[in-house]
């Protein structure tokens, strides 16, 4: 039976950055996967060419019951840290939009940015073998489709549910759930909403129509794009508030965020009274947009028609529109898992669990979920970091 100092679980983000550590550090080091290649998520970010991190991570952007916990991993190993990797491998990047850092190039560059680390560090690599099972005497006894393997340190970096297509399954939490730990409910984030088949026709008309928008929940609200689908509402604003958002909960949409909607409709009113309501609209919105809202409050006529209640009306429901998604597009095209690895169970500092000496969680398994725009990425690389400064 070949032993190792450390069996790692998940060649991802968070499973190769450990693995790039513990083997910097002299640890004899076994990295696992049941895929064929490493980092598929990382592979295909960002269109293919990976959001790998954001310029302003901070605590409020990361959803976890407990939002500090991530802080001293991603205070230790901050985004410059691994900017500087990038810059050290020659990857050329370039800011997109609030923070979001892209490569110029393909993402594979950070994969072979990842292998040449993995290969220097001395790590051994196994792909397509699967993990059948775990006991825990003095080391741990792993099970795995190839062979069965001893090790002092065992680090669960398998990540969530989300796009089962690229192979996620929820390995991590029933490793979880053998040791006993708690895990937070799990359920799909940064993930397009759907509607109610009554709802959705008016809606999927308008597919690929897309507004900037501000959509919020209670205190929360993103500006960002929205897109309108054949199965609802996508686009950033809606992704990121779909970490927020559960089942029976109304969203406030602003479709025209920032726009002086109904001072523009009484301007135009007294100048050009004679045009349809909805030609008025169609240069503040999208045509189909624009047909929609007026259609949806049932205004007819001209705009010398309409008086200032039924325009201020009609600014009401582009601003302050009322939607009640009755889901989302699942775990099929989720980017991250919300919930986890209940972090109550994990030392913050090394990710080790508090009641299971050797065995880690990183990376996505854990109650961490960052906003879209790279914070997920941080946090694989961040706890990757912090656990293989003492596995």
């Not at 980092?39 to 976890?64: A, D, H, P, Q, V």
């Not at 240069?283 to 205004?299: E, R």
Request: proline share 2%; hydrophobic share 40%.
């Amino acid at each position: 039976m070949e032993y190792y100092d450390v069996v790692i679980i998940g060649a991802g983000a968070a499973g190769m950055m450990c693995a790039i550590e513990a083997g910097r550090r002299g640890r004899s080091v076994l990295l696992v996967d049941h895929a064929k290649s490493v980092g598929e998520k990382i592979r295909i970010s960002g269109g293919g060419r990976c959001n790998f991190t954001n310029l302003n991570i901070s605590r409020e952007k990361f959803l976890s019951q407990n939002p500090r916990f991530a802080l001293s991993a991603l205070s230790r190993f901050t985004q410059w840290d691994f900017i500087d990797m990038v810059i050290q491998a020659g990857i050329e990047y370039h800011e997109k939009t609030l923070g979001q850092l892209f490569c110029n190039g393909k993402s594979t560059q950070v994969i072979e940015m990842l292998l040449g680390h993995l290969q220097d560090a001395d790590v051994e690599l196994v792909l397509e073998t699967d993990f059948l099972d775990v006991q825990k005497q003095d080391q741990y006894i792993v099970k795995l489709s190839g062979a069965i393997v001893n090790c002092e340190s065992l680090v669960v970096a398998c990540g969530g549910k989300s796009i089962p297509k690229m192979g996620a399954t929820g390995l991590g939490y029933e490793i979880a759930k053998h040791f006993g730990l708690n895990i937070i409910e799990t359920r799909p984030a940064l993930v397009p909403l759907t509607f109610a088949e009554q709802d959705l026709g008016p809606i999927a008309a308008m597919s690929g129509t897309s507004v900037y928008a501000s959509v919020k929940h209670g205190r929360t609200s993103f500006e960002e794009g929205l897109l309108f689908t054949h199965r609802g509402l996508s686009g950033p604003s809606i992704l990121q508030i779909s970490s927020y958002w559960k089942e029976g909960d109304t969203l406030s949409v602003d479709l025209a965020f920032s726009e002086p909607i109904l001072a523009a409709l009484q301007k135009k009113r007294s100048e050009y009274g004679r045009i349809a309501v909805q030609t008025a609209l169609a240069d503040h919105l999208p045509k189909a947009l624009a047909q929609f809202v007026v259609s949806n409050i049932g205004i007819k006529g001209n705009l010398a028609d309409q008086s200032d209640k039924r325009l201020m009306e009609l600014d009401d429901a582009i601003h302050n529109w009322q939607i009640k998604p009755v889901g989302s597009e699942g775990y099929r095209t989720a980017e991250v898992t919300l919930g986890g690895v209940d972090t109550k169970e994990l030392n913050a500092k090394t990710m080790e669990v508090n009641s299971v000496q050797g065995l880690y969680f990183i990376g996505e398994v854990v109650d961490v979920t960052g906003w879209l725009g790279g914070y997920n990425f941080q946090w694989a690389w961040s706890s990757g970091w912090a656990a293989g400064q003492v596995v």
